[in-house]
């Protein structure tokens, strides 16, 4: 298994649901990753996740909350969103040390809010 | 601080035709990884080529060819032979060197160039 899956491809939310974002690695990678990308711009990164543990969160509003519960899963839960989070939401997996450290990413969750 | 310039914002060539895209980077990092990614309309970023700050080889695969320059901190990418399916927009990335024993990257995208095929 050589890929990056994530679910759902596409949400609509209010902005007084709760949803989850999932995405799954079988590569046996130890570093995930999220990241935002909004129209006619790069990804930026959100969060990154190095065994299991937060080791990144570049300055994200509360109403994004991560989650790995494991070394294969990572969950990024929404809550109480603004229309201007409306994005498209990358994950990516990467393997330990720097030999072959290229990420991988995921097809992405188009996320619309309402 | 690292940046990577992709000067070009949108790119238009027939099919058949050659077409570079141009990356340039800075980094105050000796030890660094270069990459391209590519992403079609369908959203999904596909890697394409990592080189690292010690291999300044060119490398060729199949109609893709990369140019790294290290005198000029630039990391160009060519099509050869253009074809429709090459219709995607292209970055290229930036990581340094892992520090303090972490085992993750994080990578500073250029703006991207968005390539367009016409057959």
């Known amino acids: 298994d050589t890929e990056v899956t994530q679910t759902p491809k596409h949400l609509v939310m209010g902005m007084t649901n709760k949803k989850s974002l999932k995405c799954e690695q079988h590569m046996g990678h130890r570093a995930m990753y999220w990241y935002k990308q909004k129209a006619k711009k790069p990804p930026e990164l959100m969060f990154v996740y190095s065994y299991e543990k937060l080791s990144i969160n570049e300055s994200v509003p509360s109403r994004f909350s991560p989650e790995c519960p494991n070394s294969s899963l990572l969950n990024l839960h929404l809550h109480a969103l603004q229309p201007e989070d409306s994005a498209l939401y990358l994950c990516?997996?990467?393997?330990?040390?720097?030999?072959?450290?290229?990420?991988?990413f995921g097809p992405g969750t188009r996320l619309t809010v309402l | 601080a690292q940046k990577v310039t992709q000067a070009q914002t949108e790119i238009s060539v027939v099919e058949k035709e050659d077409v570079t895209l141009d990356c340039v980077y800075e980094?105050?990092?000796?030890?660094?990884?270069l990459f391209w990614y590519k992403q079609p309309p369908s959203g999904e970023l596909v890697f394409l080529i990592r080189?690292?700050?010690?291999?300044?080889q060119n490398e060729i695969s199949g109609r893709y060819s990369w140019n790294f320059q290290k005198s000029t901190s630039s990391f160009n990418f060519t099509i050869t032979a253009s074809q429709v399916v090459d219709s995607a927009v292209y970055f290229c990335a930036l990581s340094e060197g892992y520090a303090g024993g972490t085992s993750y990257g994080k990578l500073t995208f250029g703006q991207g160039t968005i390539l367009t095929v016409h057959p």
């Open positions: 990516a997996s990467s393997p330990p040390g720097q030999q072959n450290n290229e990420q991988f």
């Open positions: 980094t105050r990092d000796t030890t660094y990884y």
């Open positions: 080189r690292n700050s010690f291999d300044e």
